[in-house]
């Protein structure tokens, strides 16, 4: 977890095939977020949404159940994600937490 306040250095780098994307600070954009895409000499600078990540789940859980807007994310997208931590893990030489 990020204490307010507390300094971060975590950038998000993507190159493609027409350009390359920066984003400082995705993990905790609410401490402070930027997103620059330069598109082969054109660069554009902008300022990231400073919501917290938490927020923007609860804003799709939100329209799940009062607009019945789909859900982005499958229950088989969790149980895969639970895998790839898992893998995390194990690759650090650790147990996975275990299983209720």
Do not use: K
Request: proline letters at 7%; charged letters at 20%; one cysteine or more.
């Amino acid at each position: 977890m990020i204490a307010p306040g507390e300094r971060v250095e975590a950038w998000l780098r993507v190159t493609g095939e027409h350009g390359r994307m920066i984003v400082t600070n995705p993990l905790a954009p609410q401490n402070g977020a930027t997103l620059v895409v330069d598109t082969g000499g054109r660069i554009r600078y902008e300022a990231a949404d400073t919501s917290t990540t938490y927020f923007h789940q609860l804003v799709a859980f939100r329209d799940a159940i009062v607009d019945g807007a789909p859900f982005p994310t499958t229950t088989a997208d969790g149980v895969r994600n639970m895998e790839i931590i898992d893998a995390c893990y194990r690759a650090a030489g650790l147990q996975p937490r275990p299983t209720a």
